[in-house]
């Protein structure tokens, strides 16, 4: 049921979209003979059903876009329609101020929540590849060498919801990079893309050779082509690599991963019992929290009294105010530099390109949903989905 609920949402309004508003105000018209209770019904209901055409509408044709690279495994046409009767009907409301407690609504309201439900009881829905994972590097003469392969993958997002994903070593994100400020790092970067591509270090203050924009510090890596970057970390903190070249494509595609550069003194770092890259992304795979949407986002794992660091990070094209219940976030760095002053919040903005490094004194047992709160990239009347995954506090 999961993997065609956006395709639904988009699809159950391509009904009778034109007759719809072209009739809107005959159906008036025709219901002069009838009581006044009947008509302002009828004009009530063509008027939610019009509305729920033109959000639907809207909806689908956003998500067009952001579904356009996505397909059920193995679905076709077919199953997409016939799952669309079991949508709930648009019933006609009661009167405004009245409670409607009919058979019709009741039954409307059971099968929006047992879509609701079926979501929340499948998460942490396993699903297919897993992003972000910590590379080692290979020790060459000092140097912290890493190697990378810019690939096309098939990509499940969520379960049975397969996309095209341009990557990193077969992930997204790809590979957690983690360096020591001042450590020698190698990067060398080899490419199976159909396209050029490159490599920008986002956030690293380095020599402008190693910038990786085409044209401006170096050529485009062509497609076979190997390339190699090669530096010292002068500043510690979150960020991240990403593809400089048709970036819209290539970044919305999965061309991204977490660089973390450690401070030359550790002690310096606040201590964290979980450290945790949370990489927001929002292109042609639709809203995702480390390559995955809800329900086969990863939730955070804690104990009781554990602190957790929270490492945001947007490679998106939007927005995305982070939310988190049941306890407050304190915010220690921007961008990798450390706050004058922390201070807290619940709801954290995040960006495009933004890092925000955030601390979680889990103080409060529970499952805390933590999701953005731009609700449609979260939750949609079929359930939660995209940015949506939870702070999980055992006692
Ligand atoms: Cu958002």
């Known amino acids: 049921m999961f993997r065609v609920r956006h395709l639904q949402y988009g699809m159950e309004s391509v009904n009778e979209p034109g007759k719809d508003m072209d009739s809107l105000d005959g159906s008036v018209e025709k219901n002069i003979g009838n009581s006044i209770e ?3 019904s009828s004009v009530i209901s063509r008027r939610e059903s019009r509305r729920s055409f033109l959000r639907n509408g809207a909806f689908a044709a956003f998500a067009g876009t952001m579904v356009g690279a996505c397909k059920p495994a193995g679905a076709i ?31 409307a309201a059971d099968a929006m929540d047992k879509m609701h439900e079926a979501g ?15 590379l080692a ?26 996309c095209e994903a341009w990557c990193y070593n077969g992930m997204v994100p790809g590979p957690h990079i983690r360096v020591r400020q001042g450590d020698r790092v190698r990067i060398n970067i080899k490419n199976e893309l159909p396209e050029s591509t490159s490599i920008h270090f986002h956030g690293v203050e380095l020599p402008n050779s190693q910038d990786g924009v085409p044209f401006i510090t170096q050529p485009p890596i062509k497609p076979g082509q190997t390339y190699t970057y090669e530096f010292s970390p002068p500043n510690h903190g979150s960020h991240m690599y990403h593809s400089h070249h048709n970036s819209t494509k290539q970044v919305s595609l999965g061309l991204l991963g977490a660089f973390i550069v450690e401070p030359r003194d550790k002690s310096t770092e606040p201590h964290a019992d979980v450290d945790h890259n949370f990489i927001l992304n929002d292109g042609l795979n639709g809203f995702t929290i ?4 809800f329900p086969a986002t990863e939730p955070i794992v804690a104990k009781l009294g554990q602190t957790v660091r929270i490492r945001f990070m947007n490679e998106g094209m939007m927005i995305h105010p982070m939310h988190l219940h049941g ?6 760095a ?14 954290l903005n995040v960006a495009p390109g933004e890092r925000w490094d955030v601390l979680v004194k889990c103080n409060n047992p529970g499952t805390w949903a933590f999701h953005c709160h731009i ?20 006692a």
């Open 137 to 162: 590097p290979r020790i060459e003469g000092g140097v912290k060498v890493f190697d990378l392969v810019a690939q096309r993958i098939q990509w499940e997002t969520e379960p049975g919801k397969s």
């Open 38 to 40: 009947n008509a302002v």
């Open 77 to 107: 046409e077919k199953p997409v329609k016939s799952a669309v009767a079991k949508v709930a009907p648009v019933v006609p409301p009661a009167a405004f101020g009245t409670a409607d407690v009919s058979a019709s609504s009741i039954a």
């Open 290 to 293: 480390n390559g995955k949407g």
């Open 375 to 394: 609700l449609p990239h979260a939750e949609s009347e079929h359930g939660m989905f995209g940015m949506v995954t939870a702070l999980i506090v055992s």
């Open 334 to 347: 921007k961008d990798g530099w450390d706050q004058p002053q922390p201070w807290k919040c619940d709801t």
């Open 327 to 332: 306890m407050h976030m304190t915010v220690i």
């Open 120 to 134: 929340i009881k499948a998460f942490p829905a396993k699903s297919k590849g897993r992003g972000n994972q910590l």
